[in-house]
């Protein structure tokens, strides 16, 4: 007798779908769905009390989108709600992708719920995605899913994300406004030297007189431009581009750039505090949530942002393995200051490790909020100083033979 064979059943992901109807008052209402078909949806909808108008998919070319640290914090918040009120995880990955705007969260989801139902456990489907999912969110994943409290733990990692990318952007705030007015500063001296400075040369060379130095210098740093102009370009466009991907591919330039950044007046203090508050805050979470400390300190390495403190944390990770207290390991790093170690070390002595690191991580957030407005107060006048030497000294140099020859006469 020949054996059967089961043809293995084929996994079709859910569509959504825009639809208006009719409800049993006859008020027009609207609504989004998932649904394996627009057939199917329009059967649930009818079992719904509605009477279906129209039923279209959902247009995804304009929210597709890159995935975001902000969509996996919103991602972690609505599962953590889902599973608090006791709906099972597919389910709720169900519930939570069909409620998403961007198309690219939505997949994402959908393929999360497809390696769920096919036995795979949250942490397993998770670690398979390294480019959405960090070590320290799959080590606090598995930390939930050992102790029966994953809700609660996806709770704390929301909160997690969402602390760590407000800070993030408080940083590149700091950094982003200079630079940008600098990069208008040389567009616009650029365009000087190429468009305006010419013009005046052949105004000068009507004059049949002795230009003065600094007017001669600038002539001749205006036909330098012109004469290389792609060269210029090239090396303003491309410059930027070869010197961060040297920096990617070479980690001793990392290290060396890393702690020459920690030392730049006014940015350097932003740039330590924003480390510091980064480790307290991953080392807080990581420790409540279960983690042994010497692998909590491995992902708080990586979440420092900083290789000089990543170096640093990893050294204190060795010292803790062989027995050292962790107050002790971090003032041999010479690091952190004495606030950071003096509380640890109450931490530590008081069974509240994660509480007190919490509490030095929130006031480290708030000087990197209170640095970050100074130092934008502080820049602007600076800035404009800076752009009125360069572009002012310019258009002056290219007037001094005008108000020399008018003292002439």
């Given at each position: 007798m020949a054996k059967a064979t089961t043809a293995p059943r084929k996994l079709v992901q859910d569509i959504t779908f825009l639809w208006q109807g009719r409800d049993k008052r006859g008020r027009r209402v609207t609504g989004k769905s998932t649904a394996r078909d627009d057939k199917a949806l329009r059967v649930t909808l009818r079992t719904q009390g509605i009477a279906p108008l129209s039923v279209r998919k959902q247009s995804t070319s304009g929210s597709r989108g890159k995935v975001t640290p902000e969509d996996i914090a919103v991602f972690s918040r609505q599962t953590a709600t889902m599973l608090a009120a006791g709906i099972p995880?597919?389910?709720?990955?169900e519930i939570v992708g069909s409620g998403l705007e961007k198309a690219s969260m939505?997949?994402?989801v959908?393929?999360?719920r497809l390696d769920i139902e096919g036995g795979s456990s949250l942490r397993e489907t998770l670690a398979r995605r390294p480019q959405h999912f960090s070590d320290l969110y799959v080590n606090l994943v598995a930390a939930g899913e050992q102790a029966g409290a994953l809700d609660t733990l996806l709770e704390k990692i929301a909160t997690y994300l969402e602390k760590t990318e407000a800070l993030k952007k408080k940083v590149r705030k700091a950094l982003v406004y200079p630079t940008m007015v600098l990069l208008v500063a040389i567009v616009v001296t650029i365009g000087l030297l190429v468009y305006v400075i010419p013009q005046f040369e052949s105004?000068?060379?009507?004059?049949?007189?002795?230009?003065?130095?600094?007017t001669q210098f600038v002539i001749t740093l205006s036909r330098g431009v012109n004469n290389h102009l792609f060269l210029v370009l090239l090396t303003l466009i491309g410059g930027p581009w070869a010197l961060m991907t040297w920096i990617k591919r070479s980690a001793p330039v990392r290290e060396t750039l890393s702690r020459w950044a920690l030392d730049i007046p006014v940015i350097g203090p932003i740039l330590r505090n924003s480390a510091l508050a980064r480790y307290c805050r991953t080392l807080s979470t990581?420790?409540?949530?279960?983690v042994p400390l010497v692998e909590a300190l491995e992902s708080v390495a990586g979440a420092t942002g900083n290789t000089v403190y990543r170096d640093a944390v990893m050294r204190i990770r060795?010292?803790?393995?062989t027995g050292q207290r962790l107050q002790r390991a971090m003032d041999n790093t010479g690091l952190f200051p004495n606030l950071i170690v003096q509380m640890i070390g109450i931490g530590e002595e008081a069974g509240a490790l994660d509480t007190m690191a919490g509490k030095v991580a929130s006031f480290y957030e708030a000087e990197v909020d209170a640095a970050v407005d100074a130092m934008a107060s502080l820049l602007e006048p600076i800035i404009m100083a800076?752009?009125?030497v360069l572009i002012g000294g310019l258009v002056m140099s290219m007037y001094l033979p005008i108000f020399k020859?008018?003292?002439a006469v």
């Open positions: 995880l597919v389910q709720g990955f939505q997949k994402l959908q393929d999360l105004l000068f060379a009507g004059f049949g007189a002795e230009l003065p130095a600094f990581l420790f409540s949530a279960g060795e010292e803790v393995a800076i752009l009125g020859l008018g003292g």
